[in-house]
């Protein structure tokens, strides 16, 4: 990747294909690709946000941008791009969407979970309907916590910065 960018309005279908981090604008404040601010408290915590919702994912990033404890080092709408994003900028932690085009935020686990150490990122996927079946599926493919998408963005955050523990969440599943 040349730089981080922002891409507004993308599905993953635009010019170059499904699989790519565009590079459209790039996103403020990051000064070297993948990498925090310099100004960054040493212990800020690295986010590769996912989703091919516009609207989601223009709030999430707007919701981690204002959070001083975290710096967004990818955005991306599509699974591949997810995947290349997480791999190549080894963030801290990455917030998934279930449903992508090329690759869902479980299939992604799974790739990532066998990919060889040193370094996994906690794993966060996110879903407007969050089954069972779904659960048991991300648990199995290394995901760290799953939250549906009702969750207030400040919970995410605060997910997101490691300041919850790994137990499911209380209540309901479903959206």
């Not at 990747?1 to 279908?13: E, L, Q, S």
């Not at 212990?43 to 590769?48: C, N, Q, R």
């Not at 990033?61 to 997480?86: F, P, Q, S």
């Not at 799974?110 to 990122?121: N, W």
């Amino acid at each position: 990747m040349d730089d981080v960018t922002h891409i507004p309005g993308d599905r993953g279908r635009g010019p170059g294909g499904p699989g790519r981090v565009r590079h459209a604008v790039p996103m403020a404040g990051l000064e070297t690709p993948g990498k925090p601010p310099a100004d960054a408290p040493a212990d800020v915590v690295t986010v590769v946000l996912a989703d091919d919702s516009d609207v989601y994912r223009h709030g999430m990033r707007r919701a981690i941008e204002r959070d001083a404890r975290l710096a967004l080092v990818a955005e991306v709408a599509d699974g591949a791009a997810a995947l290349a994003a997480i791999r190549e900028l080894q963030p801290d932690v990455a917030l998934l969407d279930l449903d992508m085009p090329a690759l869902d935020g479980v299939e992604i686990g799974c790739r990532i979970q066998a990919d060889p150490p040193p370094r996994r990122p906690r794993l966060v996927l996110v879903s407007a309907f969050l089954s069972a079946d779904t659960a048991a599926r991300a648990r199995a493919c290394g995901m760290d916590h799953q939250r549906d998408k009702t969750t207030p963005r400040r919970e995410i955050c605060d997910l997101l910065a490691g300041g919850e523990s790994d137990a499911p969440p209380a209540g309901p599943q479903t959206a």
